[in-house]
């Protein structure tokens, strides 16, 4: 308790200047009171659990962090604008800021896939490390720069699951002719290996999957897909998801917008993007399980892993994705390259570290 009055005092003191004694916030410059009503556009359906709740806490956050100056409206996919349409509307001003991930913008950038997830690629935690300590947000604010938008890390789900499949793959010939909602560079893998993806964004997921206009769909993991009840759609859920290891979500800003704020708010956003960039990732961390449980125990829903020569030969696809990836252009090969390099890096401490911790826990 005493070194909390002390940071008390020191705090009240700090807020003093000098021998005046006069609080220096009453000698804000004018901008200081400005009040900044923005709109964010999400790819997500309003609310949802975790992905949709992100944005909603963002905004939360910001508006008290900044006494009401930065007002933040959120909008659910298709109230503004369609999901898949965030990208081009924060980069034209329709909205200052959307929430979204990345690889959905793969059609238009396919480098964008390094800053949500790549088959095989990093998890959380690396990733984590990767964009803010080994270069990557760097890189990722140099190929949304052309494009007027400044991204940020703001939420991970973590690990997903392989997804909900309508009959088992027992083998690499099952996925022959597979229709599956599936994004990314995970998409191109499952088409290498014979399947037919299909981007849906995740509000057309569950009647797509139950009319069978696809076969089978990965969304996140037990907690968003018991929400979405893809359970009452598909028998099995397969695991782990390879395609997904560890999927970074994203919040972008416009850039004209970014360059109106004074450098406090600019800082809370800064701030408060990686808040729930944690935020996400405990959540799902601490729901996913009990989700599972409730699925397999009261929903009988039927769990299997992948066959080890399934994920061989999806891995084998992936690295060919992957590395074609680098050749888009120079800035996807130095992305590629940062990307690869890390995750070499990383995998080779994390065998005696995390891997090898879990392997003996
Ligand atoms: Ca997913």
């Known amino acids: 308790m005493k070194n909390v009055s002390l940071i008390v005092i020191a705090v009240i003191l700090a807020s ?8 220096t916030v009453s000698a804000a410059s004018p901008s200081k009171a400005q009040v900044y009503r923005w709109k964010m556009i999400t790819t997500w359906p309003k609310n949802l659990p975790g992905l949709g709740t992100a944005p909603e806490r963002l905004a939360q956050k910001l508006k008290i962090m900044s006494a009401g100056r930065l007002d933040i409206k959120v909008y659910g996919a298709g109230e503004l ?7 081009d509307a924060v980069s034209q001003g ?6 979204g991930a990345a690889y959905y913008w793969r059609g238009k950038i396919p480098a964008a896939a390094f800053f949500a997830t790549v088959p095989f690629g990093m998890n959380a935690q690396e990733m984590n490390g990767w964009l803010h300590y080994g270069g990557g947000l760097e890189l990722w604010r140099e ?7 400044v991204p940020f890390a703001a939420g991970n789900s973590g690990v997903q699951m392989a997804g909900w499949f309508n009959k088992e793959i027992n083998s690499v010939a099952d996925l022959e002719g597979l229709k599956m909602r599936i994004p990314g560079l995970g998409g191109e893998v499952l088409a290498r290996a014979g399947g037919t993806p299909v981007v849906l964004p995740g509000g057309e997921i569950f009647t797509a999957l139950q009319t069978g206009v696809i ?3 990965e969304w996140v993991g037990p907690y968003n ?5 893809l359970h ?5 859920y397969y695991y782990p998801g390879w395609h997904e290891p560890g999927p970074t979500l994203e919040a972008m800003v416009n850039k004209e917008a970014w360059d109106s704020l004074p450098d406090d708010l600019q800082m809370m956003i800064e701030v408060a993007t990686k808040a729930i960039n944690e935020d996400m990732l405990s959540e799902f961390t601490a729901r996913n399980n009990a ?9 009988g829903v039927q769990l299997r892993r992948l066959p080890d020569d399934v994920l061989a030969k999806l891995k084998d696809i992936s690295q060919e994705v992957v590395a074609e990836a680098a050749l888009e252009n120079e800035l996807a090969g130095r992305i590629h390259d940062s990307y690869t390099t890390f995750q070499q890096d990383v995998s080779k401490y994390h065998a005696y570290s995390e891997q090898a911790y879990l392997n003996a826990r």
């Open 16 to 23: 003093c200047s000098g021998e005046s004694g006069q609080p």
């Open 81 to 87: 604008v369609g999901a898949l349409e965030v990208f």
């Open 94 to 99: 329709t909205a200052q800021m959307g929430h």
């Open 143 to 149: 190929l949304y720069a052309p494009f007027n938008l």
């Open 215 to 217: 076969d089978a769909t």
């Open 225 to 229: 897909d018991l929400a979405f009840s």
């Open 232 to 236: 009452t759609a598909a028998k099995y």
């Open 291 to 299: 989700a599972l449980v409730t699925l397999v125990e009261e929903h």
